[in-house]
């Protein structure tokens, strides 16, 4: 078995490959389009059984936003897959100690990844670190409480006159949310890539001094049962700076004509629209895993994010996978500057490197993951500081699927 990154000419053979992992002859059109645009082959593996491409893995180089505002290096794990005649040979093992051995070397302090199947990573280091919801809102059922008015104006325009405006609020808008991915204008457009067959609607929000400050994408799907309408708005994406902003966007969606019902796939778990329905329950919320987080480098890791108080910790963590990763650290805050170091001294909280990728975005508590008994606490007072220390104002979210 050869392990190596791919040639560009060998995309289309790593492309089936992926499908057929996945159960499908072959990819789609559109997937082979975005992927080609986005792909990155240095950093893209195959396993090679006689010449053929019959495992895959690879990574993308992100920016993502963690608490406080700074963007950091994140290795985007993505593309995994082993043909079903080659399974539980340990090719996903190699392929995923290859590309985060790469991302060590390239300085990334995270890899990240969203799963297909959740239990698959955990052996490797990855933690669940934010959550997601998903909206089937019925629209019969829906009135807001009392007080939210809308503001400002919606403009529906063409893609490409959207796209630069709604990239200008995207570019504003992931200072304020962990978790989000910096994309330039162009990564951007892909990643919002319509396919042929489903032609979608963009639309900006503009406030009440013309600025613009919120854009939603969708589609619908039309059914006429009996003549009647029964529209479903499918929302793909919807981006707002404010409070007032995304109340007038949802009111916006729900206000199109002939539609009986708004879908998303995801949205934040702090969504603001949930408290703001009389009947709550027509949100019809599901709660889903999301982003997975792991540390390739405990101690930069710690220290790029910011924390809500100062305070100093003793981290003890465990990394079954790469066993040098892990190790004991010494976490201080001081005047909101942070700096983490490995230290001799006793841990007074105890984990495996998942749990730090848990609570590295604020998507999930020291005390939820104790309770759990994900943590060994040897101090309660040390895990009550943990908390107070990690604590976020906003829920962490990736926005973009990758």
Known sequence: ????????????????????AFGEPRAEEHDLEVDKALIEPDRTWAAFDEGRIVGCAGTYSLRTVVPGGSAVGMAGVTTVGVLPTHRRRGITTTLLGRILEQARERGEPFASLFASQAAIYGRFGFGLATQGLELDIQLDRVRFVDGLESSGRVRLLARED???????????????????????????????????????????????????????????????????????????????????????????????????????SDRPVDEPLRWQ???????????????????????????RR?????????????????????????????????????????????????????????????????????????DPAALALADAMFATGVAPWAPFFF
């Not at 979608?200 to 919120?214: I, K, L, N, R």
């Open 1 to 20: 078995m050869e392990f190596r990154t791919i040639e560009p000419e060998e995309f289309e053979a790593f492309s089936t490959t992926l499908s057929n």
């Open 162 to 264: 959207a796209l630069p405006v709604m990239h200008g609020v995207y570019e504003r808008f992931t200072s304020s949310r962990p978790g989000a991915t910096v994309h330039d204008v162009t990564t951007f457009s892909w990643l919002l890539a319509e396919k042929k067959d489903e032609p979608c609607f963009y639309v900006v929000h503009e406030g009440d001094d013309g600025t613009p400050d919120a854009f939603a994408v969708y589609r619908t799907k039309h059914r006429w049962p009996k003549g009647l309408p029964h529209v479903e708005l499918k929302l793909k994406q919807l981006i707002a700076l404010g409070p007032r902003a995304n109340t007038s966007m949802w009111r916006y969606l729900f206000d199109v004509d002939l539609v009986s019902n708004v879908t998303t």
């Open 277 to 303: 329905l009389e009947e709550t329950r027509a949100a019809r919320a599901r709660l889903f895993d999301a982003l997975y987080v792991r540390p390739l480098d405990v101690a930069s890791a710690l220290s």
């Open 306 to 378: 910011a924390y809500t108080v100062d305070g100093a910790l003793v981290l003890g963590v465990t990394d079954p996978f790469a066993a040098e990763i892990g190790g004991v650290f010494a976490l201080r805050v001081d005047g909101g500057r942070a700096t983490c170091d490995r230290t001799d001294a006793d841990p007074l909280l105890v984990c495996s490197v998942n749990e730090v990728g848990s609570v590295s975005l604020g998507g999930a508590t020291w005390s939820a993951l104790a309770n759990a008994g994900r943590v060994e606490v040897r």
